[in-house]
């Protein structure tokens, strides 16, 4: 069946250290996305790709890269630089043009980061 | 920029009740979707309802359905017939109809239903 699969469920990172989140899709979709998810503010959005070998930014990138090198895959990193990291993450991913509207979105399950 | 608003933090009803979840947004945009996402305790997002802004049509989806008050930029969330399984956190959303279809969303609503 085709789906979103987001890894690892759990992750945990000491301060000062990189992390990578992957998102890897196999629904033929051209977009991809990255919400980040605290208790009482919904979900924010990290960073978005329309098309391979190009995103842009979201309401809250600072601290967090990304790369899309194929149309299946869009990681995430935390860099040190994300001062509160500790949150979920949600990807998404959804065809461009109409589809994206009349179908919405398709998100993972989510990777909860934790700093210790 | 759009902004979506869920004022009501937590509610609560019996099964089988009827309850509606209040969202108004922000927009300067004549041409835009909103959404309904449901999630449960497991966290996996589903898409509950969509609506065009385009349509003056109230969409359904069985017990699910929607007020949409476009003047009023509202756009409430009506479950019928309420059941344990609809226990969730809800998140309205808006996305604009031109150029990246980003999903904006609200803060969410906890709705528990109890038997």
């Known amino acids: 069946d085709g789906g979103i699969t987001q890894s690892p469920k759990y992750l945990f990172r000491k301060e000062g250290q990189n992390v990578t989140l992957s998102c890897e899709q196999n629904?033929?979709?051209?977009?991809m996305y990255w919400y980040r998810q605290d208790p009482g503010q919904g979900l924010r959005l990290i960073y978005y790709s329309q098309i391979v070998n190009d995103f842009q930014k979201g309401d809250i990138a600072e601290g967090y890269s990304v790369s899309r090198e194929k149309k299946e895959s869009f990681p995430l990193t935390v860099t040190s630089a994300q001062k509160n990291p500790t949150a979920f993450y949600l990807c998404?991913?959804?065809?461009?043009?109409?589809?994206?509207?009349?179908?919405?979105?398709?998100f993972g399950s989510g990777t909860r980061l934790t700093v210790v | 920029a759009q902004t979506v608003t869920q004022s009501q933090p937590e509610m609560s009803v019996q099964e089988a009740e009827t309850v509606t979840l209040s969202c108004t947004y922000d927009?300067?945009?004549?041409?835009?979707?909103l959404f309904w996402y449901k999630q449960p305790p497991s966290r996996q997002m589903i898409l509950v309802i969509r609506q065009e802004a385009y349509k003056q049509q109230n969409a359904t989806e069985n017990r699910f359905s929607v007020n949409f008050q476009k003047a009023a930029k509202s756009f409430s969330l009506k479950i019928s017939d309420s059941q344990l399984g609809d226990t969730a956190m809800y998140f309205c959303a808006f996305m604009k109809g031109q150029g990246a279809q980003k999903l904006v969303f609200g803060q969410g609503t906890r709705l528990t239903i109890n038997p």
């Open positions: 629904l033929n979709h051209d977009a």
């Open positions: 998404a991913s959804s065809v461009t043009g109409t589809g994206g509207a009349d179908y919405g979105y398709t």
């Open positions: 927009t300067s945009e004549n041409n835009y979707y």
